[in-house]
Nanobody, 128 residues
Framework: VQLQASGGGLVQPGGSLRLACSASGFGLKYYTLGWFRQAPGKEREWVSCISFRDGATKYADSVKGRFTISRDGAENTAYLQLSNLKPEDTAVYYC??????????????????????WGQGTLVTVSS
């Protein structure tokens, strides 16, 4: 599966931005897309994920209530709406994907090793 991320940019604190991750390839029915971010000088951290199978979502505590992940199954695209942005949200955001076996009921992924496919990063800068 190939992933293409887009939508980064410069935004003022309190502002909003929407990131998109388009997936192409086979096996997307049992696919979960996630977002990671890496701030300057820090390790990459998981942000959120969404299952293409059942639409389940999960968020890191640091973004819960401010970020919203959604999917467009017809377009094989996942979106991450970033709202009420803070300077500490500044980072390169990466989309990643992984397949979840059909016999597993938990379709959410939140560890790097669970993701097989990675897109390029898109930079989000929150600054006044």
């Amino acid at each position: 599966v190939q992933l293409q991320a887009s939508g980064g940019g410069l935004v003022q604190p309190g502002g909003s931005l929407r990131l998109a991750c388009s997936a192409s390839g086979f096996g997307l029915k049992y696919y979960t897309l996630g977002w990671f971010r890496q701030a300057p000088g820090k390790e990459r951290e998981w942000v959120s994920c969404i299952s293409f199978r059942d639409g389940a979502t999960k968020y890191a505590d640091s973004v819960k209530g401010r970020f919203t992940i959604s999917r467009d199954g017809a377009e094989n695209t996942a979106y991450l709406q970033l709202s009420n942005l803070k300077p500490e949200d500044t980072a390169v955001y990466y989309c990643a994907g992984g397949s979840v076996p059909s016999w597993l009921t938990d379709t959410l992924l939140d560890e790097e090793y669970e993701f097989d496919d990675w897109g390029q990063g898109t930079l989000v800068t929150v600054s006044s």
